[in-house]
């Protein structure tokens, strides 16, 4: 029996968000925020910051879900 995981319509039908849209797209959007930051200069201070608020509307909460487990070890 085939999953619903194995036909893009089938996911459509329940991802009315396009959340898998924005995991795709997930790749590229850091690309980009990368290369955007090259141009930053980050004072001299901000290396004692201890915690970093990420914040957003609707479905944003995903980018931080992503960052809180690549760097839950540390």
């Known amino acids: 029996m085939a999953s619903v995981l194995d036909s893009r319509e089938k996911i459509k039908e329940f991802d009315k968000s396009n959340l898998l ?7 590229d959007q850091i690309l980009d925020a990368l290369e955007q ?14 915690n970093v608020v990420v914040s957003g509307m609707g479905g944003s909460v995903l980018a931080s879900h992503v960052i809180k487990n690549l760097f839950k070890s540390e």
């Open 37 to 50: 930051t090259k141009s930053i200069i980050i004072p001299e201070d901000y290396k004692s910051v201890k």
């Open 21 to 27: 849209g924005s995991v795709e797209a997930l790749g």
